[in-house]
């Protein structure tokens, strides 16, 4: 009896002990800041950083650079934080040099805006070349002849590059230098403001393709005389 009381008297004691110990588990889950509106209201608002910042910085000390590149010294990283914090800025890890973390103090927000200016002026500054494609025949009139080189003039002006092909039909293959008469013929009314960057090439033994752009030398030119 006293055998069987003495492990009951266990039992009772192991289920309180478990019960206490998982009633604590849950309240421990139950605070995790994440769940906490309060915190996550303050995420939101933070900017999403491409670099490693403030707390996440996963080093004890870190040689700090302050907001003017001014060198501050080693300190903790609970130092370095307190220092961006009077400064209403942030803790941002810069670089690693032989295991040692260099980290500047800096408004990280604007840091970004700024990046994402530059980034959009390099952007427009890049030209992007379009192809266009002016189609001819060999016993094409004047006329004709006359409205696709205004066509292409539009083009040419637009920054593109025009890729010129004369197409050959059943015999025509066989005279290809009438090809050629229409394409120098073509470029004479455009050369004032082209160059040819690939001389006209037989493709197919069908096309004769000639490839032009502008000539931004003679574009210049032109506009000097204009003025």
Not at 17 to 44: C, G, H, M, R, Y
Request: proline share 3%; charged share 35%; aromatic share 8%.
């Amino acid at each position: 009896m006293l055998g069987l009381a003495t492990h009951k008297d266990f039992l009772s004691c192991s289920l309180e002990k478990w019960s206490k110990s998982t009633f604590l588990f849950i309240f421990k889950e139950e605070v995790i800041p994440k769940d906490n509106s309060n915190f996550a209201n303050s995420q939101s608002r933070r900017p999403k950083s491409e670099h490693v910042i403030n707390n996440e910085i996963p080093y004890k000390k870190v040689f700090v650079l302050g907001p003017e590149n001014e060198k501050i010294g080693v300190l903790t990283k609970e130092e370095a934080l307190e220092q961006a914090k009077e400064n209403k800025m942030d803790l941002v890890l810069i670089s690693i040099e032989n295991n040692k973390p260099i980290a500047r103090i800096m408004d990280y927000g604007k840091f970004k805006y700024d990046k994402k200016k530059k980034q959009k002026i390099i952007k427009e500054k890049q030209s992007v070349t379009i192809n266009r494609e002016i189609r001819l025949t060999p016993l094409i009139g004047q006329h004709d002849l006359e409205t696709k080189a205004k066509k292409a003039r539009e083009f040419i002006h637009d920054g593109n590059r025009v890729k010129v092909s004369v197409k050959f039909r059943g015999r025509e293959r066989s005279r290809t230098e009438l090809g050629e008469e229409i394409l120098n013929k073509f470029f004479v009314l455009v050369e004032d403001i082209a160059k040819i960057t690939k001389e006209a090439t037989l493709v197919n033994d069908r096309f004769l393709d000639m490839y032009i752009e502008k000539d931004k030398k003679k574009v210049g030119n032109s506009n000097n005389k204009d003025n």
